[in-house]
């Protein structure tokens, strides 16, 4: 049973940035393509970003591409999630999970979620 770690969240102002980290415990995420998820309050988890397991391919859902990027270093079994110009619909709690595919139609594939990590963004 992989263990996802995910932290880095916190309060921000409209237009300011956060940056978000994933980690596992129990296995290597290097060689394996990754996303963030979010869900709100009321509301259905949403993918949001992937990368996959090179860092040559991304995918954003359209309400962050230019504004959030993805990313990951190899050695230190974790990928990030830089969010710049925030805006109050980005508050929400983040997840990181393995993808299947690097589309907008990626799924998670590790059945257990971490806790996330809570962002809210005030305006």
């Known amino acids: 049973q992989v263990q996802l770690v995910e932290s880095g969240g916190g309060a921000a102002q409209a237009g300011e940035s956060l940056r978000l980290s994933c980690t596992t415990s129990?296995?290597?995420?290097?060689?394996?393509?990754m996303g963030w998820f979010r869900q709100a309050p009321g509301k259905e988890r949403e993918f949001v970003a992937g990368?996959?397991?090179?860092?040559?391919?991304?995918v954003y859902v359209d309400s962050v591409k230019g504004r959030f990027t993805i990313s990951r270093e190899y050695g230190k079994n974790t990928v990030f999630l830089q969010m710049n110009k925030l805006k109050p619909e980005d508050s929400a709690v983040y997840y990181c999970?393995?993808?299947?595919?690097?589309?907008?139609?990626?799924?998670?594939?590790?059945?257990?979620w971490g806790q996330g990590t809570q962002v809210t963004v005030s305006s």
């Open positions: 999970n393995a993808i299947d595919r690097v589309t907008h139609l990626a799924a998670p594939t590790f059945d257990s």
């Open positions: 129990g296995r290597a995420i290097d060689w394996l393509s």
């Open positions: 990368i996959d397991y090179s860092g040559s391919s991304t």
